[in-house]
């Protein structure tokens, strides 16, 4: 089985700022080929600010000389179109990916995702929390917290003792047991990676908001 578990820094909280990627590809639950790269923001979304650079250390001079995110989307693509993605709250690293892609008008490509906050809440819920260096504390998996080519690693680790844990030979056998969707993302859109709970509290939503929107076109009809 074949994954690529992957992990973004940001120079701000702005999801144009990526500074760095980490992009990990696996093989039945082994780490085959690892690629780093700092990332020179676009000049208006590239403002270091002190949290993060204290988060993760590096800073405007490091990647004054760093290519673009366009120029490293040429070298990692194969590595995340029509793959499975792997990400610890990849909520923040595939919107990212997709707003990246975007603004340097590129095609969003197509890969399934599964995010290891989820997988880990579910599977071990006696944990403390589940933030990435909890788990992997917890796991005995070795992490230098938010280098990105050590957060992608460590986060792809995670998802193969998820697999190992339960006995399951691919993502599809985990979810299932999990009770929980994988995500998807392509040119066409976006479904995210959700437990049945998430699933069924945004149904019980939307059948909310469709009864206020009848409620409220039924009082101006009859008005």
Same mark, same amino acid.
């Given at each position: 089985?074949?994954?690529?578990?992957i992990?973004?820094?940001?120079?701000n909280?702005?999801m144009?700022?990526?500074?760095s990627?980490?992009?990990v590809?696996?093989e039945d639950?082994?780490?085959?080929?690892?690629?780093?790269?700092?990332?020179?923001p676009p000049?208006?979304?590239?403002?270091?600010?002190w949290?993060n @650079?204290?988060?993760?250390?590096?800073?405007a001079t490091m990647?004054?000389?760093a %290519? &673009? =995110?366009d120029? $490293?989307?040429e070298?990692?693509?194969?590595?995340?179109d029509?793959?499975?993605i792997?990400?610890?709250n990849a909520a923040?690293?595939? @919107?990212v990916?997709?707003r990246?892609?975007e603004?340097?008008?590129?095609?969003? %490509? &197509? =890969?399934d995702? $599964?995010?290891t906050?989820k997988i880990?809440q579910?599977?071990w819920p006696e944990m403390?929390n589940h933030k990435l260096?909890?788990?992997?504390?917890d796991?005995?998996?070795?992490?230098n917290h938010?280098?990105?080519?050590s957060d992608?690693r460590a986060c792809?680790?995670?998802?193969a003792?998820?697999?190992?844990s339960?006995?399951?030979?691919?993502t599809a056998?985990?979810?299932?047991?999990l009770?929980?969707r994988?995500?998807?993302?392509?040119?066409?859109g976006?479904?995210?990676?959700?437990?049945?709970?998430?699933v069924?509290?945004?149904m019980?939503?939307?059948?909310k908001k469709?009864a206020?929107?009848?409620?409220?076109f039924a009082r101006?009809h009859?008005?």
């Open positions: 089985m074949k994954f690529t578990a992990d973004f820094e940001t120079a909280a702005s144009l700022s990526a500074c990627i980490g992009i590809e696996f639950g082994v780490p085959v080929r690892e690629t780093y790269t700092l990332i020179r000049e208006e979304y590239g403002k270091f600010n949290y @650079v204290r988060i993760h250390g590096i800073k990647v004054k000389d %290519p &673009t =995110f120029k $490293v989307w070298q990692i693509r194969d590595s995340i029509g793959q499975l792997v990400c610890h923040f690293d595939t @919107v990916l997709c990246l892609l603004y340097y008008g590129i095609a969003i %490509p &197509t =890969f995702y $599964v995010c906050v880990s579910l599977l403390e260096d909890t788990v992997c504390n796991l005995n998996i070795v992490l938010h280098e990105a080519l992608a792809g680790l995670i998802f003792e998820a697999l190992k339960q006995h399951c030979i691919d056998d985990l979810l299932d047991a009770e929980m994988v995500g998807h993302v392509s040119p066409k976006r479904q995210s990676c959700s437990t049945s709970e998430e069924r509290r945004k019980i939503s939307d059948k469709q206020s929107r009848r409620k409220y101006r009859s008005a």
